[in-house]
């Protein structure tokens, strides 16, 4: 099959691959634009355009599809398909309606909860034991189209947003790979989405990591999981910023909220049960484990961390 590719993450570079060992043909990738970074303000090629390149496979970086030029240059590569995985740029109905089967996408959770952008933070911040793929055509909707084909995910405890995110979509690779298959052999189902079970998870901003130490050490925990590693999650100690990366919890209530005990660990008081933190970094130092910023932060013992207090 004759595939067009829109990705832009490096976390999706299974599912290029596995389509490669499949022997389907990818005439094109789109990806985002590179990104300006640096006081030199240098751009940096993200990994799906570096894997074009290397691979002598065409590359195309559009701002959107508003413009006729754009469009007929998409339609002018006669793919079968296009397969999109955390591309980031919407397609207009001209283009979604320009290819023999379509454009399908991969969504990392069971349709349709989390529709939107952050689904898998999402899971993880609500707790949630199980996630899943879901694998759709697309409409002009978000994240509405009939469902192809879906695959239940448990989802580990100690699984942070980046180690859960690479998981999903290596497992996507195999059940993308089976689906294609379905398609050539006319042989797949649609099955339309419940849309009054449809549920919504929101983009994140930094201050979305602002940690509320009135909440429970469980859902600090799930949180921390939850944003990493961005935009992540932070606290103030004597008006600094302490990003928390690594953390655990316990049941024990000892500390008062927002106290932190530095002795052989770092411990901090909740409303509800203790945080236990694992790695840590404190503004203007390295990120490290808890057993080094405890040797060179004993002066902090016993301080209540909190909100930033205006100079």
């Avoid at 099959?1 to 999706?12: D, I, R, S, W």
Wanted: proline fraction near 5%.
């Amino acid at each position: 099959m004759k595939v067009l590719f829109m990705g832009t993450p490096e976390f999706v570079l299974p599912v290029l691959d596995k389509l490669r060992v499949d022997n389907h043909e990818i005439v094109s990738i789109y990806t985002k634009a590179d990104k300006v970074s640096g006081n030199g303000r240098k751009s940096k090629t993200n990994a799906i355009k570096a894997y074009a390149l290397s691979n002598d496979i065409p590359c195309v970086q559009p701002v959107s599809f508003k413009s006729k030029t754009e469009i007929d240059k998409i339609r002018s590569v006669n793919a079968d398909i296009v397969i999109i995985a955390a591309y980031g740029i919407l397609l207009p109905k001209n283009i979604l309606d320009a290819f023999p089967y379509g454009c399908i996408n991969i969504h990392p959770s069971l349709l349709p909860k989390y529709r939107g952008p952050t689904p898998v933070a999402s899971a993880i911040m609500n707790g949630d034991s199980i996630t899943g793929i879901t694998i759709i055509k697309l409409n002009e909707a978000m994240d509405s189209g009939p469902i192809l084909v879906q695959k239940e995910i448990v989802i580990s405890i100690a699984e942070q947003c980046d180690g859960l995110t690479k998981r999903l979509f290596k497992e996507s690779a195999n059940l993308l790979s089976d689906t294609l298959s379905l398609i050539e052999q006319s042989k797949i189902t649609l099955i339309d989405q419940n849309h009054n079970e449809a549920t919504y998870c929101k983009m994140f901003t930094r201050e979305t990591g602002l940690i509320d130490w009135n909440q429970s050490a469980q859902q600090i925990d799930r949180i921390i999981k939850a944003l990493y590693p961005w935009p992540g999650s932070f606290t103030y100690i004597n008006n600094k910023i302490l990003k928390i990366l690594e953390s655990t919890f316990n049941q024990s209530n000892y500390l008062p909220i927002g106290q932190i005990d530095l002795n052989s660990s770092i411990m901090i008081g909740t409303n509800e049960g203790t945080l236990e933190v694992q790695r840590l970094q404190i503004e203007g130092k390295r990120n490290m484990t808890s057993k080094e910023f405890v040797l060179g932060n004993k002066h902090l013992h016993m301080q209540t961390l909190g909100t930033k207090i205006s100079r």
